[in-house]
């Protein structure tokens, strides 16, 4: 069985995309992600907001960017992403 778990592949990671809301923690960002989801009742799109706590190595984030996250190990209580690309610098 052990020789089993060593050739399979590692499940892939999710990724998301987000807006940082604050970057004033060191190596730390709080990115805001908005998920449309279906209401079960009302059959109607709402916008569901989560923060996320994001490892950011190089502190090279400002508020405002849209950044792409991965999920990744726990890297302290709150914060299981880290940054993967800056996708646009705010204005």
Not at 15 to 21: I, L
Not at 34 to 44: E, F, G, I, L, P
Not at 80 to 88: A, G, Q, S
Request: proline share 1%.
């Amino acid at each position: 069985m052990a020789e089993e778990t060593a050739t399979e592949e590692r499940a892939v990671r999710k990724t998301r995309e987000g807006t940082v809301v604050s970057n004033s923690m060191d190596k730390t960002a709080v990115v805001a992600v908005v998920d449309r989801v279906r209401h079960a009742k009302y059959n109607k799109f709402v916008l569901r907001t989560k923060k996320l706590y994001v490892h950011d190595e190089t502190n090279d984030v400002n508020v405002g960017d849209k950044v792409r996250v991965m999920e990744t190990r726990p890297l302290s209580k709150s914060k299981r992403w880290r940054i993967t690309e800056v996708l646009e610098r705010a204005k």
